[in-house]
T-cell receptor, first 110, second 113 residues
Framework: GENVEQHPSTLSVQEGDSAVIKCTYS??????FPWYKQELGKGPQLIID?????GEKKDQRIAVTLNKTAKHFSLHITETQPEDSAVYFC?????????FGKGTMLLVSP | DVKVTQSSRYLVKRTGEKVFLECVQD?????MFWYRQDPGLGLRLIYF???????EKGDIPEGYSVSREKKERFSLILESASTNQTSMYLC????????????FGDGTRLSIL
């Protein structure tokens, strides 16, 4: 089955800096890669996703890149703000389900 | 907006009890999922269902069962609760295709004493 590795497990940045979270996947048949943000006391919320026919996707300060050859994808957050502090999960779509990475705790200091 | 509602935010039960966690979605999604979330382990899939009365095992089904009698409702059952089932439980739903986003509830924090 699919295996998704996520790095780093924690990331601390200063407000205004950029943050990058990286994930690798094992199943070359995977074709859908969502990213979720989980704030304290809440369930994960989808923030951006990318399908395998696209190499990059942007939504305001958030972007995701996908390298199918290398089987890795990354989340980029620019101009970070304290409200970006949360746990972020990447995932890859296998045959019928999503496989999640173990999460990255992002801390943005004012 | 999609709404996935889990019946309890916090639940405390005793070892050996039969425990029911309920989840309801309002978007007519075919797929529903149950995950548990533990520190350092991420989200692990327990069971999922792609249609009424259908169920499939996920990665960690031992000690759990599920029920889906109506399309909008998916129940997770701990047949005989044990302390190692203390965890955060998350329900999610999605449209049928695997490359559709899953929408999550806010979770049930279950403690087994």
């Amino acid at each position: 089955g699919e295996n998704v590795e996520q790095h780093p497990s924690t990331l601390s940045v200063q407000e205004g800096d950029s943050a990058v979270i990286k994930c690798t996947y094992s199943d070359s048949a995977s074709n859908y890669f969502p990213w979720y943000k989980q704030e304290l006391g809440k369930g994960p919320q989808l923030i951006i996703d990318i399908r395998s026919n696209v190499g990059e996707k942007k939504d305001q300060r958030i972007a995701v890149t996908l390298n199918k050859t290398a089987k890795h994808f990354s989340l980029h957050i620019t101009e970070t703000q304290p409200e970006d502090s949360a746990v972020y999960f990447c995932a890859g779509a296998g045959y019928s389900t999503l496989t999640f990475g173990k999460g990255t705790m992002l801390l943005v200091s004012p | 907006d999609v709404k996935v509602t889990q019946s309890s935010r916090y639940l405390v039960k005793r070892t050996g009890e039969k425990v029911f966690l309920e989840c309801v979605q309002d978007m007519d999604h075919e797929n529903m999922f149950w995950y548990r979330q533990d520190p350092g382990l991420g989200l692990r899939l327990i069971y999922f269902s792609y249609d009424v009365k259908m169920k499939e095992k996920g990665d960690i089904p031992e000690g759990y069962s599920v029920s889906r009698e109506k399309k909008e409702r998916f129940s997770l059952i701990l047949e005989s609760a044990s302390t190692n089932q203390t965890s955060m439980y998350l329900c999610a739903s999605s449209f049928q295709n695997s490359n559709q986003p899953q929408h999550f509830g806010d979770g049930t924090r279950l403690s087994i004493l």
